[in-house]
């Protein structure tokens, strides 16, 4: 994954560039949406 | 011993007890321990919280010295390397690094509820997220999300050893489903704007000054982060998973700010529909009920009998489980017995506790407020407890 020196603050544009750099997971839409949300849901509440 | 013998049997005593339809045969003992495990083994928070080898040892610590049949946290409460990656200072160590507190924080203004309303996912990545997290503000954000991706995978790694340790050497399960993880506190729309955008003093003015606007903004937020959750969970297998004590795991805290009219408007129809959920898929839900809840009450009456465990903080346990017939409680054993009184007297205040609440089933002991402080429990008395309870 590799995200260096990439702008991500927009929605939906910069979401979708991480979920696109998740390459440590199947190449599956879903599976890469569904750790995501998890992530996001993370940071928004910690 | 045979751990996997033990195991089994804890979640078979556990779902019993939510169920109460017959008395379980012993009373389980559930732990309710934040960051005093930290403090008993000798760790620096800053250093605990950021080292998952330290964490770990801690936790294998906690559960050698005070055996308990339940652990619903091991470690994923305050992921301290995650949040700090981002910028993320809201949380705050003293200098001794034995208390960490949380600010009241507002992240987001009266004016911007139209936004939040039209776009959540927009407004919370674009406004929010920022706002909370100084290293996302920029054109090198994305660096930051990596670090903090990093982070997160090995919290999770953690997470999956400290909870095969638990299983493998303690014979205790998982307190949630793996299935149904996607569940988290701060789904329901209400806890989303007081814990996260508002803050408690706002959120509480919000609900009185534009009642509709602010209903409004409690049902787009569920609408993004609770419905297609359901719409995916209602096509899973029905039935509660026998590898953990329940199947989600949820907090509770603010309610604490509403009246029971309140409550019914902008609470309860996130509450019923886990419910509806629960009954109709045959699910077992923990909540963890901060603060205290009776003026509640007759909404918590028509949740669905036997799949519900509340772990109450400041409720009356004996009253609720006389009036609450439909759901199992955790808790009512007062902390400070064991801050302030002998181990012989926190045993003593077990077997009344259990003589008062045991019968009938749907009791689960517990302390009434986390262990969070050096003081909030000696290290004898916990023991004592946690002994005692064992060999009932």
Redesign the interface.
């Known amino acids: 994954?590799?995200?260096?020196?990439?702008?991500?603050?927009?929605?939906?544009d910069?979401?979708r560039?991480?979920i696109d750099?998740?390459d440590?997971l199947p190449d599956d839409n879903a599976v890469r949406e569904?750790f995501m949300?998890?992530?996001?849901?993370?940071?928004?509440?910690? | 011993m045979d751990m996997k013998k033990l195991e089994k049997e804890r979640i078979d005593l556990y779902k019993t007890t939510v169920k109460r339809e017959i008395e379980p045969s012993r009373i389980l003992h559930q732990a309710c321990v934040f960051n005093w495990r930290y403090i008993d083994a000798g760790y620096n928070l800053n250093d605990v919280l950021c080292d998952y080898d330290k964490m770990y040892d801690a936790n294998i610590r906690f559960m050698q010295q005070y055996p308990h049949d339940i652990y619903p946290e091991l470690g994923w409460r305050?992921?301290l390397k995650?949040?700090r990656a981002?910028g993320?200072n809201t949380w705050i160590i003293n200098e001794a690094g034995d208390e960490l507190s949380i600010q009241d924080n507002c992240f987001m203004n009266y004016d911007e509820y139209d936004e939040l309303i039209k776009?959540p996912?927009?407004f919370?990545?674009?406004k929010?997220?920022?706002r909370?997290?100084e290293k996302?503000?920029?054109?090198?954000?994305?660096?930051a999300?990596?670090v903090?991706?990093k982070e997160?995978?090995e919290l999770g790694k953690y997470l999956g050893r400290i909870t095969k340790a638990a299983k493998d050497e303690f014979g205790v399960a998982s307190m949630a489903s793996p299935s149904q993880?996607?569940f988290?506190?701060?789904?329901a729309g209400h806890e989303?704007i007081f814990?996260?955008l508002r803050g408690l003093k706002e959120t509480s003015k919000d609900a009185r000054k534009d009642p509709e606007k602010f209903k409004t903004a409690i049902q787009r937020i569920e609408e993004v982060?609770v419905k297609p959750y359901y719409d995916e969970l209602y096509k899973m297998e029905s039935g509660s998973d026998m590898n953990s004590y329940c199947d989600q795991q949820y907090v509770m805290l603010s309610h604490s700010i509403l009246s029971p009219n309140q409550f019914g408007t902008f609470y309860w129809p996130f509450l019923k529909q886990m419910g509806d959920y629960a009954a109709a898929k045959d699910k077992i839900i923990y909540i963890f009920l901060e603060s205290d809840s009776e003026r509640f009450w007759d909404y918590f009456q028509e949740l669905p009998k036997g799949h519900f465990i509340f772990a109450i903080e400041l409720d009356d346990a004996a009253k609720m489980k006389k009036k609450l017939t439909n759901v199992a409680i955790a808790g009512g054993f007062p902390v400070f017995y064991l801050s302030k009184k002998s181990p012989e007297d926190c045993i003593n205040k077990a077997k009344e506790l259990m003589d008062t609440l045991a019968p009938g089933g749907g009791y689960i002991m517990q302390v009434d407020k986390t262990l969070a402080f050096r003081n909030d429990a000696k290290p004898e008395n916990l023991r004592a407890l946690c002994q005692f309870m064992l060999k009932q």
Do not use: C
């Open positions: 994954m590799s995200l260096t020196g990439i702008d991500i603050t927009t929605y939906p910069g979401y560039k991480i750099s998740l440590f569904k949300l998890n992530f996001f849901k993370t940071i928004v509440k910690r | 305050n992921p995650v949040t981002l993320n776009d996912m927009k919370l990545w674009e929010f997220v920022p909370k997290n996302l503000r920029g054109t090198d954000s994305g660096t999300v990596e903090s991706i997160y995978n993880s996607r988290s506190s701060y789904d989303l814990n996260v982060f």
